[in-house]
C-alpha cells in the first residue's frame, strides 16, 4: 500500500474510534456555568447523604444499608427506591426514568409508562448509592436566564423523598457561575505554539510534542472519567482518543531517530504522527466547552484541565502544520532544513 494509501486508511480508522458513544441509561456530565448544591434535608434524617455530581449534572444519594429510602418521581410515582443491604431499584413504568435519561428532558416517554402505573423494579445498583439526572436541581435552558447575570440563583427544588416511611424534602439550589479566567488558556495555547519551529525543523521534534501532549491528555481525561460514578456514564473518549495519539507517536519514534531514517520509513513514521495529532485535535474539538465553562465535571484543579486542553490544541495543530509539510514534499526532500 502507498503511503498516502496508508495515511488515508489509518486518518479514517481514527476518526471512527473518536466518534462519542451514545449511553444507554444516561446523559454524560459536560462542563456548565452552573454549579447546585445540597441545601439539606426537611427534616433532617440519619443515614441519608445527598450530594451533586459535575456541577449540577446529577444528583446521588449515598443510604446506609439499614435504611429504606424512596424518591419521589415528577408526576407522583414511585421512582427510585434504596432497600436494606445496598440495593437500589429503578422503576421502569415511571416517567422519570425516561426523562432522566437526557439533561434537557428531550426524550419521548413510552406508552407503557405513567404514575398510575404499577411498578416494575429493576436493580441499578448493589452498594447503596446511585447518581441520576433530576431536572428539579438545575437549570432546564441551553440559553442562559434572561436578564440574569452570574451569581443569580437559577433554579431552587426538592425531591421528595420517604426515609423509613417518613416523609423528607430534599432541597437543591443552583447559582450561575462567574466565566473562569482565560490566563490557562492563553498560556496552553503559547506553551503548544512553541513547538512549532522545532516540529518544523526536525519530524522527531513533532513526535515527542504529541507524544508529551497526549500523555498529559490522557492522564486528564482519566481522572476526568474517573471523577463521576460509573452509572452516570463517562464519555470513554476522554481518555481512550489521546492514548491513542500517544501510542502512535510512541510507535513511531520505535527504531530510532526518525529523520534519519530511509525515506520510505520516514515517511510513514509521520503519517502515524499525523494520525496522533488529529487525534489530539478531535479530542480538543471535543472538549472545546472545557476551556470556556465555570464549572467542569472532574476532580482536576480546573486551570490545570483548560492548560493542557489549550496546549494539546496547539500542539495538534502546529504538529498537523508540520507533518502535512513533509508528506506534501517531493520525493527526495531532504528531512531537516
Do not use: C, K
Amino acid at each position: 500500500m502507498s503511503v498516502p494509501r496508508w495515511t488515508a486508511a489509518g486518518l479514517l480508522v481514527a476518526a471512527l474510534l473518536v466518534v462519542p458513544a451514545t449511553p444507554a441509561l444516561a446523559d454524560p456530565a459536560g462542563p456548565s456555568d452552573y454549579r447546585s448544591s445540597v441545601i439539606g434535608l426537611d427534616p433532617p434524617v440519619a443515614g441519608v447523604e445527598a450530594s451533586i455530581i459535575g456541577g449540577d449534572s446529577f444528583v446521588r444519594l449515598v443510604v446506609d444499608p439499614a435504611t429504606t429510602v424512596e424518591v419521589t418521581g415528577y408526576r407522583g410515582e414511585p421512582y427510585l427506591r434504596f432497600l436494606p443491604g445496598g440495593v437500589v431499584e429503578e422503576n421502569q413504568r415511571a416517567p422519570s426514568t425516561y426523562l432522566n435519561q437526557d439533561r434537557y428532558a428531550a426524550v419521548e416517554v413510552p406508552a407503557t409508562a405513567s404514575a398510575d402505573a404499577t411498578p416494575e423494579w429493576r436493580q441499578v445498583a448493589d452498594d447503596g448509592s446511585y447518581a441520576w439526572h433530576d431536572h428539579r436541581v438545575h437549570w432546564m435552558n441551553r440559553q442562559p436566564p434572561p436578564g440574569g447575570s452570574p451569581g443569580d440563583v437559577v433554579a431552587e427544588g426538592v425531591i421528595p423523598l420517604q426515609v423509613d416511611g417518613v416523609a423528607v424534602d430534599l432541597g437543591i439550589r443552583s447559582v450561575w457561575v462567574a466565566p473562569p479566567s482565560r490566563i490557562p488558556v492563553v498560556i496552553g495555547l503559547l506553551l503548544g505554539a512553541l513547538a512549532l519551529p522545532f516540529m518544523w525543523r526536525r519530524i522527531g521534534w513533532a513526535a515527542l510534542a504529541v507524544a508529551v501532549a497526549g500523555a498529559a491528555a490522557l492522564v486528564v481525561g482519566l481522572v476526568a472519567a474517573r471523577s463521576v460514578p460509573a452509572e452516570t456514564a463517562p464519555a470513554w473518549w476522554l481518555w481512550l482518543v489521546p492514548g491513542l495519539s500517544l501510542l502512535l507517536a510512541a510507535v513511531a519514534r520505535i527504531g530510532g531517530r526518525i529523520d534519519r531514517r530511509p525515506e520510505r520509513s520516514r515517511r510513514m513514521a509521520a503519517s502515524l504522527i499525523l494520525i496522533g495529532a488529529l487525534e489530539l485535535a478531535m479530542w480538543t474539538w471535543l472538549r472545546r466547552l472545557w476551556m470556556w465553562r465555570a464549572v467542569l465535571p472532574t476532580d482536576a484543579p480546573f486551570w490545570i484541565d483548560r492548560l493542557v486542553t489549550a496546549a494539546a490544541l496547539a500542539i495538534a495543530v502546529t504538529a498537523t502544520m508540520a507533518l502535512v509539510r513533509v508528506l506534501a514534499a517531493p520525493p527526495g526532500t531532504p528531512a531537516t532544513r
